[in-house]
């Protein structure tokens, strides 16, 4: 997925949704811009910004993210926007990010699809594979050598 200028994303979404914009300088800028006048948003405006943040977050399209909303209102369960956060959460990018083995969710994303990690003993390239409790998450032996895991 191709993102533009993350600064300008990120002050339009009002949310340090990049790993480059979690920073004090940004997090400063934002108190003074959100001091001086900003225009009232409509319902619409509202909701497309939190859906913007949620895409931006995890990385995923505009396609993907519809059909995580398609799956969760097919199964008619109560509290939908909850469900919907947990199927993006059972990720294997997120739960690469959540367990420590990467720093940035772009990270373990890429590490991900380079095939660095084994999901029950088989190497595994899919970013967006739904990962269950049962399941073994492991780094390939002969990945831990590489740059990226000489950290951990």
Same mark, same amino acid.
């Given at each position: 997925m191709k =993102?533009?200028? $993350?600064? %300008? =994303? !990120?002050?339009?979404?009002?949310?340090?949704?990049?790993?480059?914009?979690?920073?004090p300088k940004? !997090?400063?800028?934002?108190? %003074?811009? %959100? $001091?001086?006048?900003?225009?009232a948003r409509s319902n619409y405006g509202a909701q497309l910004i939190e859906k913007q943040k949620v895409r931006f977050t995890y990385g995923i399209t505009e396609k993907q993210l519809s059909n995580y909303v398609k799956n969760v209102i097919e199964k008619n369960t109560k509290n939908?926007?909850?469900?919907?956060?947990?199927? /993006?959460?059972?990720? =294997?990018?997120?739960? =690469? /990010?959540?367990?420590?083995?990467?720093?940035?969710?772009?990270? !373990?994303?890429?590490?991900?699809?380079?095939?660095?990690? $084994?999901?029950?003993?088989?190497?595994?390239?899919v970013p967006s594979m739904h990962v269950t409790k049962d399941m073994i998450i492991e780094v390939k032996e002969s990945s831990k050598s590489k740059g990226l895991f000489t950290d951990f």
């Open positions: =993102i533009g200028p $993350k600064y %300008k =994303i !990120a002050r339009r979404l009002g949310a340090a949704v990049f790993e480059k914009t979690q920073s940004f !997090a400063l800028s934002e108190q %003074k811009r %959100k $001091k001086t006048f900003t225009k939908q926007t909850d469900f919907v956060y947990q199927a /993006l959460e059972r990720r =294997i990018d997120a739960i =690469i /990010l959540r367990a420590g083995f990467a720093k940035t969710r772009r990270q !373990a994303r890429q590490m991900v699809s380079h095939g660095h990690v $084994k999901v029950n003993g088989v190497r595994t390239t």
